[in-house]
């Protein structure tokens, strides 16, 4: 009798298990808005997938996003949109694949945002950041030591449950089998999507993305890069960003606003100029994103303009890829110009590519002050030469030379709201804090 029961249970959970078998990747939540969420997936096959959804503890009254056909064109990926939701209210939800519900071991909802506006004080938030994602594939790297590690640092990030979270770039890594077609392409962003420690992470906080050099293209790309329509393309397919570009502006280019913060995310390698192209007065972001920033920024009534870019900006020094070096620190200072001119306070660039994280600060009597946090690297090769730089701007005591990610709380009533910085390491531990408070 006992043999038969357990041979039942093998015979019942079989469809199940195969259902659960048929997922490559994800779940992961996208942007949140006040009316929308969307939740990606990605499959290893052709299927219908669907998201149940439902206010949190009460299940009895349940929504349903359209049903989507994951296709190998669209490299099995879907984007099912929570169209039902309400303000302000924590959601749960369920996967199916091909009608069948899927088990996970760790938490899957989501937050919409709420209306606080001419209501109530700013909400407290909370975000994590980070660059620089190298999963391991030993038939496609380099010979030697593995130059991804510490992949437990998103098992560290979960367990301090941000309300958003936001890719600064090099979000993976194109090997030289990779970037020039378009199956190693979608293989690359497959691969890396598919780490086992990242899934709870991506199932319950939401995402936001830029690019920079190597998930563009490789190392230290331009505009020039010839197959940049396909990585554009599959960064597409595989972030649920609020937009791509806008209706005149290619590119891996959005917006969106939380809480007080509005969150400016630019694209630093579409338009870019060659670094090794002579000249001064060149472009990293072309005259149309260029504009789109300024205009931007100038009327934003949020308290703080997080300006989201790949490389750093404030760094001094003219060395690798900073804004001051290879003749594009003419455009760097039509920025800071601009934001003086206008008298903007509180902005704030955020960025990642250096591997190492730091925070910069340029101050100047009479001026708005200008930040910059920078987060880098989470898995990839850390920088231990950074402190050898004389980057005036750095702010002391905050040079981490190690795996790490940023967290950052929005935080206070609306008069006096303030910015908490701190970097963890891999295991989770704090490097250090530092308070921004807003300029009024």
């Known amino acids: 009798m006992k043999k038969l029961i357990i041979l039942l249970c093998v015979l019942l959970s079989a469809p199940l298990f195969a259902q659960q078998e048929l997922l490559q990747s994800g779940p992961m939540l996208g942007y949140s808005e006040m009316l929308e969420v969307p939740i990606w997936l990605q499959t290893k096959s052709a299927c219908k997938v669907k ?13 349903s996003t359209d049903a989507v056909s994951t296709n190998k064109n669209d490299a099995f990926t879907a984007k099912l949109y929570a169209d039902k939701v309400e303000p302000g209210k924590t959601y749960e939800y369920a996967v199916f694949i091909n009608d069948k519900k899927l088990q996970f071991n760790y938490p899957t909802q989501f937050k919409t945002q709420p209306i606080w506006r001419w209501r109530a004080d700013p909400p407290d938030f909370t975000i994590v950041a980070g660059s620089g994602t190298y999963i391991n594939e030993s038939q496609f790297d380099r010979p030697g030591k593995p130059y991804g590690s510490d992949y437990h640092i998103f098992e560290s ?3 301090k449950s941000p309300d958003l979270m936001i890719w600064l770039g090099d979000n993976t890594y194109l090997r030289e089998p990779d970037w020039n077609s ?4 979608f293989h690359r962003n497959s691969h890396t999507r598919s780490l086992k420690e990242l899934q709870p992470l991506l199932a319950s906080t939401h995402h936001y993305a830029i690019w920079d050099d190597h998930d563009f293209g490789p190392n230290d ?22 937009s791509f570009g806008f209706k005149e502006l290619h590119g891996a280019i959005s917006f969106f606003n ?10 630093n390698r579409y338009y870019r100029e060659p670094n090794k192209k002579s000249g001064s007065n060149k472009t990293m972001l072309g005259k149309e994103q260029l504009n789109w920033l300024k205009n931007a920024l100038a009327s934003s009534i949020s308290t703080f303009k997080i300006v989201v870019m790949g490389g750093q900006f404030l760094n001094s020094v003219a060395a690798f890829e900073t804004y001051s ?15 003086y001119r206008e008298n903007i306070k509180n902005v704030i660039f955020l960025t990642g590519d250096v591997h190492y994280t730091v925070l910069d600060k340029l101050e100047i009597e009479g001026k708005p002050a200008i930040y910059e946090l920078t987060f880098s690297p989470f898995t990839s090769g850390v920088n231990i030469n ?26 206070g009533k609306a008069n006096d709201r303030r910015l908490i910085v701190r970097s963890y390491n891999a295991d989770g531990n704090q490097l250090f804090e530092y308070s921004i408070k807003a300029s009024k």
């Open 51 to 63: 998201v149940v959804y439902w206010v949190k503890d009460n299940p009895k009254h349940s929504f």
């Open 157 to 159: 990030i979960f367990k």
């Open 182 to 185: 378009r199956t190693g392409i």
């Open 221 to 242: 790309s331009d505009g020039s890069f010839w197959n940049k329509e396909t990585t554009l393309e599959a960064f597409k397919l595989f972030w649920p960003n609020p």
């Open 258 to 267: 939380y809480g007080d913060a509005d969150f400016f995310l630019l694209d």
């Open 325 to 339: 070096n290879y003749g594009f620190k003419e455009e760097r200072d039509e920025i800071i110009d601009f934001i």
């Open 386 to 411: 950074a402190e050898k730089t004389n980057d005036t701007n750095r702010i002391p005591g905050t040079l981490v030379m190690e795996h790490n990610f940023g967290w950052m709380k929005f935080e």
